[in-house]
């Protein structure tokens, strides 16, 4: 509330303030498993492969998960990948939610991951 110098009220307004939305709220690895279902079936074989490259390139995946993920169908692969970043923990689900949005940004966006 606004008063002039004669405490009149010249101006008032409510203001609702909100708690964050619902896409805040959520951990990075619960993000993952809300978007797994998707990401299985949209993700490109191509940008899997880009995707498997960045997160062994910044330590996400080591070489063996790397390779069993290689000889992987492409959904068995989506699968093995999302659910071995996700079973990591906070720090690894965000950095393939990092890797996701350089490698496809449409698709990060689709999953609401951007």
């Known amino acids: 509330m606004v008063q002039d110098q004669e405490r009149t009220e010249v101006w008032n307004r409510v203001v609702k303030l909100t708690g964050p939305t619902s896409e ?10 809300l978007a797994r279902e998707q990401f299985v079936s949209r993700v490109s074989e191509a940008n899997l492969n880009l995707l498997l ?3 062994l390139g910044i330590g996400v995946i080591n070489d063996g998960e ?17 659910d071995v970043v996700r079973r990591k923990g906070s720090e690894a689900s965000s950095c393939f939610i990092v890797a996701l949005r350089v490698v496809d940004p449409n698709l990060s966006r689709l999953l609401n991951l951007s």
């Open 66 to 82: 790397m390779e069993s993920a290689r000889t992987e169908t492409r959904a068995d692969k989506a699968r093995k990948v999302i």
């Open 53 to 55: 490259d960045k997160l």
């Open 24 to 33: 805040n709220v959520f951990i990075p690895a619960e993000k993952l498993l």
